[in-house]
């Protein structure tokens, strides 16, 4: 299956360690499918919130992978709702959600974690926007980074942010490995002029914004300090 640029690099970075992947929001199901082929997990799980969508999501798999019934599971639901408990604490967990903004991407990781705290999660994340914003949240969760990476489709560019929630044998608390920079950390550890292209973007664009802003505004505030921020990673991979 011809998959985008975009799903390529999330597959690529999806280790065959799982024991379930949830592919949330996962529209027309390319990636799970893709993961499905090369049997990514044992159990591989399409979850989307519209009927529609998870209706004619069945009819091709059926179709494809009638022989793996047993391997692949569609789930019509919110993502904050996929049924993690209803497998041994022991099994791990990979859970994808690409596509959506920072805010709504941040709100799932925070609520899958409340709600299954002693749980092997590991999470996928490749929003649209508002990446600055997402870290500084995940990094209150004390979750541990994996890995980062970017790359540009067309005209767009997409971060993705690999995450474990790594969790201490001896006392059952998330401890935090590699912490999480706002700016992002191991997503320029190999800078080449992709990664310059990108961060001029990024700082073309907060100047635009802050422009817009009124000075003694606490957003004025944040966006001068992400201007800088970025600034210095600019510097630092010339």
Known sequence: MKISKRLAMIDKMVA?????????????????????????????????????ITKNLAQRLNQRFCAEQDQWQIHTLDALDIPIDQYSVEQRHLIIIAGLGGEQSLQLVQGLIEKYPNNDLQFLLCPLRHHYTLRLGLAKLSLSLVA????????????????????????????????????????????????????????QHYQRVLRSLDASSEQHRLTQTMLTQYGQVLEGIN
Not at 18 to 38: A, K, N, Q, V
Not at 159 to 182: D, F, M, Q, S
């Open 16 to 52: 065959s360690t799982h024991h379930h992947i949830w592919d949330c929001c996962c529209d027309h199901g390319h990636l799970g499918m893709t993961l499905l082929e090369r049997q990514a997990a044992q159990h591989i799980h399409f979850v989307d919130i519209v009927p529609s």
């Open 148 to 203: 980062e990476q970017l790359l540009k489709e067309q005209k767009w560019y997409y971060e993705i942010i690999h995450l474990t929630n790594y969790v201490n044998a001896v006392g059952c608390e998330r401890i935090a490995k590699n912490p999480i920079i706002a700016t992002g950390s191991l997503l320029w550890s190999e800078p080449n002029a992709l990664h310059q292209e990108y961060l001029m973007q990024i700082m």
